[in-house]
């Protein structure tokens, strides 16, 4: 049985999900046969050569393709462990912090999706109540 140089912890993504062959010009994405599919871009394949900064989604989890070299902007962390309704310590947590304290501060109109119980209510609150 081959190994996989990348395992993610993500139920839903096989055992062998994905073969990513990294060529001189581009990367080449196979679907071995996984059980939930890969996508890119929303699109399921089995097979396509996939563009810098696509994205692909294995199960619940997004990769994203950047080129080697290319700047990616991380988000500075938060110093805070708490925002609104919200609270967390952990990298990703302050990260959100992070995007919410910008929001704050703006005055565009902001939409906020995702799957029910994910905070978006405490995430508005939060804009809302720190934006006055």
């Known amino acids: 049985e081959a190994t996989s140089d990348i395992v993610l912890p993500d139920r839903s993504v096989s055992r062998q999900h994905l073969v990513l062959e990294v060529r001189e010009d581009g990367v080449r994405a196979v679907d071995p046969g996984s059980r939930n599919g890969s996508f890119c871009e929303g699109m399921r394949f089995s ?3 996939v563009r810098p900064g ?3 989604t294995l199960g619940t989890t997004e990769l ?3 080129p080697e070299g290319e700047k990616t902007r991380a988000l500075p962390l938060s110093s805070r462990s708490s925002f609104g309704g919200l609270v967390g310590n952990s990298r990703r947590m302050r990260e959100v912090f992070t995007l919410l304290e910008r929001l704050a501060q703006g005055e565009s109109d902001v939409l906020i999706q995702g799957e029910t119980g994910t905070g978006k ?3 508005a609150e939060a ?3 720190h934006g006055m």
Request: hydrophobic residues 45%; glycine residues 0%; aromatic residues 0%.
């Open 47 to 49: 097979e396509l050569e």
């Open 54 to 56: 696509a994205t692909l």
């Open 64 to 66: 994203k393709l950047v």
């Open 121 to 123: 209510e405490l995430c």
């Open 127 to 129: 804009i809302h109540t």
